[in-house]
């Protein structure tokens, strides 16, 4: 069982629609992530949160929002995606950002479908 | 450029035997490493990992192994079970950077009975 969740684990949405997925977890980490995943590729990652503070934006378009409303909770919200876009949103954490040595742990991972 | 690599995209090992999951990198500037593990429809599972400063660390059936100077990294799963049929990916990380992990392609184990 994973400690990091997801809601929901599936999401199919039109190009025009306005959609959050969730995470949350409750291992008292303080720095949270959020991935995209392709069809047979690696994770990539898209943001960082440490301590509620987005500390890392990997150029990620703007239609991608993210939002860490406490420490247990992060948000993605979604906003005029492209069909590009569909893939395995995955959200992970760690204990802390920029402590050396400490692994991330995902979660199940939002499988996302634009129409 | 894909700083973190598994050149092979698929392994095939009995039960029993030893299942060897290598990964290369080329980034210097790594210092810390790990390996997931990933069923399909799930999350990457965190297995082992290990800091540039060993280069050994051992865990139940899991070793993983670190050649700083080949820039070369393996991990060991002895003895293999069916349930680790999986797909299995590196990451390494930068030091001060320990948020950003960049991963390997992953490569597909399929332990057979």
């Known amino acids: 069982d994973t400690e990091v969740t997801q809601t929901p684990k599936h999401l199919v949405m039109g190009m025009t629609n306005k959609k959050s997925l969730k995470c949350e977890q409750h291992m008292g980490h303080r720095a949270m992530y959020w991935y995209k995943q392709k069809a047979k590729k690696p994770p990539e990652l898209m943001f960082v949160?440490?301590?509620?503070?987005?500390?890392i934006n990997e150029s990620v378009p703007s239609r991608f929002s993210p939002e860490c409303p406490n420490s247990s909770l992060l948000n993605l919200h979604l906003h005029a995606l492209q069909p590009e876009d569909s893939a395995l949103y995955l959200c992970?954490?760690?204990?802390?950002?920029?402590?050396?040595?400490?692994?991330?742990?995902f979660g199940d991972g939002t499988r996302l479908s634009i129409l | 450029d894909q700083q973190v690599k598994q050149n092979s995209p698929s392994l095939s090992v009995q039960e029993g035997r030893i299942s060897i999951l290598n990964c290369d990198y080329t980034n210097s500037m790594f210092d810390y490493f790990l390996w997931y593990k990933k069923y399909p429809a799930e999350g990457p599972t965190f297995l082992i990992s290990i800091s540039s400063i060993k280069d050994k660390n051992e865990d139940g059936r899991f070793t993983v192994f670190l050649n700083k100077s080949a820039k070369h990294l393996s991990l060991h799963i002895v003895p293999s079970q069916p349930g680790d049929s999986a797909v299995y990916f590196c990451?390494?990380?930068?030091?001060?950077?320990?948020?950003?992990?960049?991963f390997g392609t992953g490569t597909r184990l399929q332990v057979t009975l």
């Open positions: 990451a390494a990380s930068e030091a001060g950077t320990a948020s950003k992990l960049t």
């Open positions: 949160y440490s301590y509620e503070k987005l500390s």
């Open positions: 992970a954490s760690s204990q802390r950002d920029r402590l050396p040595n400490q692994p991330q742990h």
